[in-house]
């Protein structure tokens, strides 16, 4: 029962960044703009395809020897892309300006490449063929360090700018939808952080099978928490009023 | 805009202030970004009417507190003296992306 659970929280996972992704994507090839072709890639490669390939065989009754392997293999490169494209665009759309930023941004970067391509290299069939697809190994912390440090950077933007714009909606100086937009991303965020805490907490105590279920429940919830607030985040809603003014409009305007 | 015409858009209301009253130019600096950050915007990306506002709503309030004498007039010179920009006009801002983001 909590498998399936769990197996629901990552379908609604996938099926909800496919979606928003391709929303996005469409919108990015109206625009030809940077910050909505990097997103939108990155939630339709990372959340949606890449994650689909890894619980793919679950799915599978009887497969080929080599399939887990491939499937593995294709979703952890497509989902490393995936983050890395989100780690570039919280940079370039929150902090293009600042050197921290672009050190930080970098760092991510070379850790989830470093990491992807330690984890790939050390793979063994005969090993993803028995469903053991993560070892306790440096390349797999390297990454997994690189995914929370960015994913907890891209969080804390959103709740900041949100905190912003909170301020400003009392002068009419935002929009609302805009602010919980960034609300519901950063929410999203956040379960993403969790889930590399629980995929962290499951890879240490990964002989206990109370970890094991506490983990597939955990993932469920925060599979379903992922998927709602993403589509909170991304799916237009009727926007909420904004005070009237000149200047609310010119800011009105900034936000259409 | 350019950040280097942002920062100017602070720059240039915070040397007013200071000019038009009993403030010095820390004090003058001081008070403008905590109005700005009251208000949710910083000094580097304020836009020149979203700066308007927050001198006109704000400021007085931030100015009577420190003693400054006739704060609804000093504000309204402030006002007078910035240009007539419109945020509208301006650049990627990650509020205009992620309104871009939700829109149809």
Redesign the interface.
Known sequence: MIEIAGLFGMIAFVATSLAVGIRILLLAARTRLFPETTVGLSLFLAGGVGTALLIAPLFLEDPEPQTPYFLYQFGTAICHVGYGLLFVFVWRVFRREEKWALVLYAACTAGLFVGAVGMALELQPEAAMLGNFTSNSVWFWISLGARFVGYVWASAESFRYYGMLKKRLEFGLADAAVASRFLYWGVSLSAVVVIWINTAVQQLMSGSEDVRWASLLITAVLGLLVAISLWFAFFPRRPKAVASGGVSDAAEGVAQ | MS?AVETSNFDLAAEQLEAFSSLNRLEARGTLRIALK?????A?SVAP??L???IE??LPEHLRDRGVSEPEEICQRLVDFLPNE???A?A?????????????
């Open positions: 950040p009251d208000s949710g915007f910083s580097r009417d979203q308007r506002v927050v709503r704000l419109s945020s509208s301006n990627e801002t990650p509020e205009a992306i992620f309104a871009r983001l939700g829109s149809h």
